[in-house]
């Protein structure tokens, strides 16, 4: 075998141009099969975080009528929906693989928080418990967090994300100023940040729509202290903080069951849901599956062509080489040997070219990246599966002239010279 591997690198060396023709078939094919897959996969996971965000496992579980969470700004709250009590936490704490609980009051207010004459035009107000935080994956950037004493004493203080303190106060420390919700001052004393840094891609009018909180910033308030601002009580939403990405389906599911299960209300359309995030990206991934799919088959194509190439060049070899074989045969050599030294150096070719054709799609797929602004994920599974493949297509097309080399008469053979 390493013998004829030898032997392989010397035909294949002494046939430079020949030999690089030869391969460009394979080259280009498994270099556009590695280029589409690295785009895919890295398109993939750039959907994936951009909806999970940033690792932080979080899953809200809201109050929806229909396919819609429930707005109570204008309307009315439905009787038959129960707040959620410590009971009902501690139940949702026991399910698997859920690390944190929190519930919050959310609104979008759009002119009813105020720094002097400054609105935070947009911006969301949120109503929280102690443990929002820890379940959001978000940390103080400076000042403090609520206390208990905040949410049972109805004290009438703020924390700002970092987005609402730079749009309230232009650049100043927000901590110790006074701001107005709803005409009620609020003392703000921290400031939160993200964990983990995280800046969603915005490509669509979805993506804008779903990261609208993000970029707008929020007001976080003690929960208790909601009916102050907002006149009356409102059912409160639930967030998940789980062990793995995975597990996020089946605990908001699981949680919305056990919140279900309490409520009594006439409208059948009114329950809550979970965001489903992993469902979502499973989606939108398989939008634009089809076309990728399609481009992987006409990459294939090339791929064809290219093992057609490898045949006929091969065959071509056999009628140069019909003399060496001839003498071969002639001073002992078996059919098995021939054809072995054939098939080899057919393999030796496709592999070759499938590993220049791996470097060169990684390089297109970089390149790629740059010029469109797409993210790339390199696969270490998909390249050794295109060398692998590229040996196959060697075996296969390398067989017919392989064969027909094994099977020269000898006689004949060494009468062609």
């Given at each position: 075998?390493?013998?004829?591997?030898?032997l392989?690198?010397q035909?294949?060396?002494?046939?430079?141009m020949?030999?690089?023709?030869?391969?460009l078939?394979?080259?280009?094919?498994?270099?556009?099969?590695?280029?589409?897959?690295?785009?895919?996969?890295g398109?993939?996971e750039?959907?994936e975080?951009?909806?999970?965000g940033s690792?932080?496992n979080?899953v809200?579980?809201q109050l929806?009528?229909g396919d819609?969470?429930?707005?109570?700004?204008?309307?009315?709250v439905?009787?038959?929906i129960?707040?959620?009590?410590?009971?009902v936490?501690?139940e949702?704490?026991?399910?698997?693989?859920?690390?944190s609980?929190?519930?919050?009051?959310?609104r979008?207010d759009?002119?009813g928080?105020?720094?002097?004459?400054t609105?935070?035009?947009?911006?969301?107000?949120?109503?929280?418990?102690?443990?929002?935080?820890?379940?959001?994956?978000?940390?103080?950037?400076?000042?403090?967090?609520?206390?208990?004493?905040?949410?049972?004493?109805?004290?009438?203080?703020?924390i700002?994300?970092?987005?609402?303190e730079?749009?309230?106060?232009?650049g100043d420390?927000?901590?110790?100023k006074?701001?107005e919700?709803q005409?009620?001052?609020?003392?703000?004393?921290?400031v939160?940040?993200?964990?983990e840094e995280?800046e969603?891609?915005?490509?669509?009018i979805?993506?804008?729509?779903?990261?609208s909180?993000v970029?707008a910033?929020s007001?976080?308030?003690?929960n208790?202290?909601?009916?102050?601002v907002?006149?009356?009580?409102?059912?409160?939403?639930?967030?998940l903080?789980?062990?793995?990405?995975e597990a996020?389906?089946?605990?908001g599911?699981?949680?919305?069951n056990?919140?279900?299960?309490?409520?009594?209300?006439?409208?059948?359309s009114?329950?809550?849901k979970?965001q489903?995030?992993?469902?979502q990206a499973?989606?939108?991934?398989?939008l634009s599956?089809s076309?990728?799919?399609?481009?992987?088959?006409?990459?294939?194509i090339s791929?064809?062509?290219?093992?057609i190439?490898v045949?006929?060049?091969?065959?071509?070899?056999v009628?140069?080489r019909?003399?060496e074989?001839?003498?071969?045969?002639?001073?002992?050599?078996?059919k098995?040997?021939?054809l072995?030294q054939?098939l080899t150096?057919?393999?030796?070719?496709?592999?070759?070219?499938?590993?220049?054709?791996?470097?060169v799609?990684?390089?297109?797929?970089?390149i790629?990246?740059?010029?469109?602004?797409?993210?790339?994920a390199i696969s270490i599974p998909?390249?050794i599966?295109?060398?692998?493949?590229?040996?196959v297509?060697?075996?296969v097309?390398?067989?017919?002239?392989?064969y027909?080399?094994?099977?020269l008469?000898?006689?004949?053979?060494l009468?062609?010279?």
């Amino acid at each position: 075998m390493l013998e004829n591997i030898k032997l392989s690198f010397q035909g294949i060396w002494s046939h430079k141009m020949r030999s690089f023709l030869t391969m460009l078939g394979i080259i280009i094919g498994i270099a556009a099969i590695i280029a589409i897959v690295s785009t895919i996969q890295g398109t993939n996971e750039q959907i994936e975080k951009n909806l999970i965000g940033s690792g932080e496992n979080k899953v809200d579980v809201q109050l929806c009528q229909g396919d819609w969470a429930m707005d109570f700004t204008y309307n009315g709250v439905p009787s038959g929906i129960p707040s959620v009590t410590e009971d009902v936490i501690k139940e949702l704490s026991e399910i698997d693989n859920v690390v944190s609980v929190a519930k919050y009051l959310r609104r979008q207010d759009y002119d009813g928080v105020y720094y002097l004459n400054t609105s935070l035009s947009g911006g969301y107000v949120c109503g929280i418990d102690d443990q929002y935080f820890h379940a959001c994956g978000y940390v103080l950037k400076g000042g403090r967090g609520f206390t208990q004493e905040d949410l049972k004493g109805f004290n009438k203080v703020a924390i700002l994300d970092e987005n609402s303190e730079k749009a309230l106060f232009q650049g100043d420390s927000a901590i110790g100023k006074t701001i107005e919700i709803q005409k009620e001052p609020y003392v703000v004393i921290g400031v939160v940040t993200p964990k983990e840094e995280f800046e969603p891609v915005i490509n669509t009018i979805e993506d804008y729509y779903n990261y609208s909180e993000v970029r707008a910033g929020s007001v976080y308030i003690p929960n208790t202290t909601w009916p102050i601002v907002y006149s009356f009580d409102e059912p409160e939403n639930i967030v998940l903080k789980t062990t793995t990405t995975e597990a996020m389906t089946k605990a908001g599911k699981e949680a919305a069951n056990i919140l279900n299960a309490r409520l009594s209300v006439s409208d059948d359309s009114i329950k809550y849901k979970a965001q489903d995030i992993m469902e979502q990206a499973k989606n939108i991934q398989q939008l634009s599956q089809s076309t990728n799919t399609m481009l992987i088959w006409i990459a294939g194509i090339s791929l064809l062509v290219g093992g057609i190439g490898v045949m006929n060049i091969m065959l071509v070899s056999v009628t140069e080489r019909t003399s060496e074989i001839g003498l071969k045969k002639a001073i002992g050599a078996r059919k098995n040997t021939i054809l072995g030294q054939f098939l080899t150096e057919a393999v030796v070719l496709t592999s070759l070219g499938g590993i220049i054709g791996v470097v060169v799609g990684v390089a297109l797929a970089e390149i790629i990246s740059k010029i469109n602004e797409t993210p790339v994920a390199i696969s270490i599974p998909a390249a050794i599966f295109a060398v692998l493949f590229s040996m196959v297509i060697g075996i296969v097309f390398g067989l017919l002239p392989s064969y027909k080399a094994a099977n020269l008469d000898p006689i004949e053979a060494l009468r062609r010279e």
